[in-house]
């Protein structure tokens, strides 16, 4: 057989094995048809053999995608904005999962983060260890799904208009085999979503105050930490199974607060560091008021003392194991700082320095927390000083404490990057980072509200 080059991917290849040579191409032209056998067959199977998810890809699929991906990536996010257009316009009411300052499906933003995604898990499909160890993008991604309360047959929606986002946007190139690879392919990812996610269901029902999915709280108090930041805190309702429970969960894990502000059921949850102390009777996030957030706007503005809202169980990967042994540096910025207060409240005497980034004094939420923890702290005003360069933070915050820590960073995350970075020029050997709202490649693939 002689060896040819590939007509989209240039690639030097053979025609049994191109999926895009000729051969290939012209004999099966309909890439609707192709897509819509995929869907059909899928959808009789589930029915008779319950979900019907792949337990492992076949090598075939493996090296279909493998031969596929570098032609698929470039349309990746043309194919993301339709796949929006798709499910959102046959399924509105998935609009509840999505943050309306993001503007999905208009904005690019949620497109780019699920095509990122995409191609981060289709370049890596021989070797996928590294998204599914504890704590990486697979769990990170699963905690998101179940805080928002996703359900396993709702990914069966996400399949079938991804599949036929695929088929519209590359047309005849998707040959039927191209097409089962890929279906595999998302099926098996699924799956693997699935099955992390019926596991920390479980485990969030099983620890101590635990609940799955949605449980109505009273505000109990609401207290004013600076003129732009409140700490909101919740207990069960009388009568509530969870009344008189003390709450478990790991330190900078997020509760998820859904409000029905407009009475449309619509309103998506919005995820907030839980500031409470681990075991308290109540629960508690720190919310910071955002120009045109809308649920931040209406607790700041609108939320009372005995108001009712609901709550998804704490979740996220974002945590100090209490057992580790280690020292930990805890670097914020802005509102970053809440999953910091209950790092200090678990490492104690581990956390060698504290260091802040705010606007100035008055904005610094939980500053007399840490002044009073016995923690070293390094606190930037902006407004006083300027903003500090990346470089000149990480340099004293190493002269201070040395590199031989574990270094926590939550904030804006071109800051994180940058600061990271400086870290890690330095010599520091672990550095964890945070990000509030959606987060390329690591972030929710398909949902997203923070």
């Not at 337990?55 to 929006?84: G, H, R």
């Not at 928002?148 to 709702?154: A, N, S």
């Not at 201070?400 to 995350?413: A, L, N, R, S, Y």
Request: proline share 6%; charged share 20%.
């Amino acid at each position: 057989m002689t060896e040819s080059k590939c007509p989209v991917s240039g690639a030097s290849t053979t025609a049994s094995k191109c999926p895009f040579s000729g051969a290939a191409a012209t004999s099966y032209p309909n890439a609707a048809k192709a897509v819509d056998g995929i869907i059909t067959n899928l959808t009789n199977k589930r029915s008779s053999e319950g979900m019907g998810l792949p337990e492992a890809m076949s090598q075939e699929t493996i090296d279909m995608i493998v031969a596929t991906a570098p032609a698929v990536a470039p349309k990746m996010l043309d194919i993301t904005k339709c796949f929006y257009e798709k499910i959102l316009g046959s399924h509105p009411e998935l609009l509840q999962f999505f943050n309306p300052a993001h503007n999905v499906p208009k904005s690019e933003n949620q497109p780019k983060a699920l095509a990122a995604s995409a191609i981060a898990y289709a370049t890596n499909i021989t070797d996928l260890s590294p998204l599914l160890v504890p704590g990486g993008p697979v769990q990170a991604i699963a905690h998101r799904h179940v805080a928002l309360g996703v359900h396993p047959m709702q990914y069966v929606v996400v399949h079938e208009k991804l599949m036929a986002a695929i088929g519209e946007i590359l047309g005849d190139i998707v040959t039927p085999e191209i097409a089962s690879a890929w279906s595999e392919a998302v099926l098996f990812l699924a799956k693997a979503f699935i099955d992390t996610e019926e596991g920390l269901y479980k485990a969030l029902e099983q620890r101590e105050g635990g609940w799955s999915g949605f449980a109505e709280f009273e505000v109990s108090e609401i207290n004013a930490l600076t003129d732009s930041v409140k700490q909101v805190s919740f207990k069960p309702p009388s009568g509530s199974p969870l009344e008189g429970k003390k709450f478990d969960f790991t330190g900078g894990q997020y509760l998820s607060l859904q409000i029905d502000i407009d009475g449309d059921n619509l309103t998506a949850p919005r995820h907030y560091t839980c500031t409470s102390p681990v075991g308290a009777d109540y629960l508690q996030c720190t919310i910071k008021k955002i120009g045109g957030g809308k649920v931040s706007t209406y607790v700041h503005d609108n939320l009372k003392v005995g108001d009712k809202i609901t709550l998804s169980p704490p979740v996220g990967v974002f945590t100090i194991p209490e057992e580790a042994e280690t020292s930990a540096v805890l670097l914020s910025a802005g509102i970053g700082v809440t999953p910091m207060v209950n790092f200090q409240r678990v490492l104690g005497d581990r956390v060698k320095l504290v260091v802040h980034v705010d606007r100035a004094e008055e904005t610094h939420p939980y500053k007399a927390f840490f002044e009073e923890s016995g923690a070293e702290t390094l606190f930037k005003y902006t407004s006083a000083t300027g903003r500090p360069k990346a470089s000149d933070l990480a340099q004293e915050t190493i002269d201070k404490v040395g590199k031989d820590h574990e270094f926590f960073i939550c904030g804006p995350e071109s800051w994180m990057e940058d600061v990271q970075a400086e870290l890690l020029s330095r010599g520091a050997k672990k550095v964890v980072c945070e990000v509030f709202g959606s987060q390329l490649a690591t972030g929710c693939p398909f949902f997203a509200s923070a």
